[in-house]
């Protein structure tokens, strides 16, 4: 894919033009996510603090006639079509999937569907851990609602690319069918300036402001370890093993003496898992009132903590991500540091004092030193969550 470091609406438009010959008749643009605090929380559901990033995955659009879907992706070079009257089947592992299968969802529940021609691009750095795929679902259940004159809140938008991963494309375990809709939520209703405290459990959100005269900072170790997959889906069977053991329907609902309690009927890497969850919902819970009362600083050793407990109870980290995140808090400007995502490679975050000129630098030459490889960091400020902007003339 190729790399881009800063997309504007004008270059779609163009990239619009330039295949199609004719202007869009709108634009929507969905930016990617990075998850504060509250990580393997939300299949349990827990508590997560996401915020949304400055960067993100735009479509140049112009209504057709028909029910034939066009798009071309600028960035893989190639062009996909189906139609919306006839039938969708899955026959490709490619992003297009992800577009075909929220038409799938929405033609589920009997939504009125349009074709169209659309050019695709994005800034949001691939395979980072940013949620790429989620702002492209978002992305397209809009388009597909500015077409077809229906409207879908955030909450409706989650549900939908819940069931296009977890039905249409055969992602995820058990639990994450169950809960596993976050990433969708906060690319839709994100806010400018604002994290998003969301209760996994039912959905409800609260936007909170992020401490002011701060950046975040997105480390991408650029390593990913062969058995993360199969690690991940571990602790997803550890935690469901957890739930039998201490009879609750989600860790969620488990409590520190009901762990203390079931402690001898557990093995002790289970009862590490369950330790994490439940102080990780409790460290989530303690950051959003330090953005409340302002205490960054509190904000940041929170952070620093959640990181130990994913390494240490969870067991979800590794060389890169320990060493890039102890890298960060080495600077003076940095209030903490943590992985993020699924773990064992991916990317890391950490909050900064905005004049912290030399950060990128610093970390990147002492990670280099430290591991042979080269990061790429990202500054990030939270913008708001998918949007249509309405170009002149008609759609």
């Known amino acids: 894919m190729k790399k881009r470091e800063i997309l504007t609406k004008n270059e779609v438009i163009e990239g619009f033009r330039e295949h199609f010959k004719v202007a869009p008749g709108f634009l929507v643009r969905t930016p990617g996510r990075v998850n504060l605090m509250g990580d393997h929380t939300d299949y349990n559901g827990g508590f997560v603090l996401p915020m949304t990033i400055d960067k993100a995955v735009w479509m140049g659009v112009r209504q057709r006639g028909d029910g034939v879907v066009r798009i071309y992706s600028v960035d893989y070079e190639g062009e996909c079509r189906f139609d919306v009257h006839g039938e969708l089947k899955k026959d490709q592992n490619t992003w297009f999937e992800y577009i075909k299968g929220c038409a799938w969802a929405l033609l589920q529940k009997n939504f ?141 609902n488990a409590t520190q003496e009901m762990l203390d309690a079931g402690k001898k009927n557990m093995p002790d890497a289970v009862f590490r898992r369950v330790r994490h969850i439940l102080s990780e919902n409790l460290r989530t819970r303690a950051a959003a009132a330090a953005l409340r009362e302002k205490t960054p600083d509190v904000f940041g050793k929170l952070m620093d903590e959640s990181h130990f407990s994913l390494q240490y109870d969870f067991e979800v980290s590794c060389f890169e991500l320990d060493t890039i995140t102890s890298i960060a808090r080495g600077h003076s400007a940095c209030l903490g540091a943590r992985m993020t995502g699924k773990g064992l490679g991916g990317s890391a975050v950490a909050l900064l004092y905005t004049e912290a000129d030399d950060f990128t630098d610093y970390v990147s030459k002492h990670y280099r030193q430290q591991t042979g490889r080269f990061p790429n960091i990202t500054l990030c400020r939270a913008t708001e969550g998918g949007r249509v902007e309405k170009l002149q003339g008609k759609i």
């Open 112 to 252: 009125p569907l349009s074709g169209f021609d659309a050019v695709l691009m994005g800034d949001v750095p691939q395979g980072s851990g940013l949620s790429s795929s989620a702002a492209l679902e978002v992305t397209s259940l809009l388009v597909f609602a500015e077409l077809g004159g229906f409207e879908l809140s955030a909450t409706d938008i989650a549900r939908l690319g819940q069931e296009v991963e977890n039905q249409w494309l055969g992602l995820g375990s058990k639990l994450e069918s169950k809960f596993g809709v976050t990433d969708q939520l906060i690319c839709a209703a994100g806010q400018a300036d604002k994290a998003l405290l969301i209760d996994c459990n039912d959905l409800e959100y609260r936007p909170l402001d992020l401490p002011e005269g701060t950046v975040a900072a997105v480390l991408d170790t650029a390593a990913h370890h062969s058995v993360a997959s199969a690690v991940y889906n571990e602790r997803q069977e550890q935690c469901q093993a957890a739930c039998k053991i201490l009879g609750v329907s989600s860790l969620r």
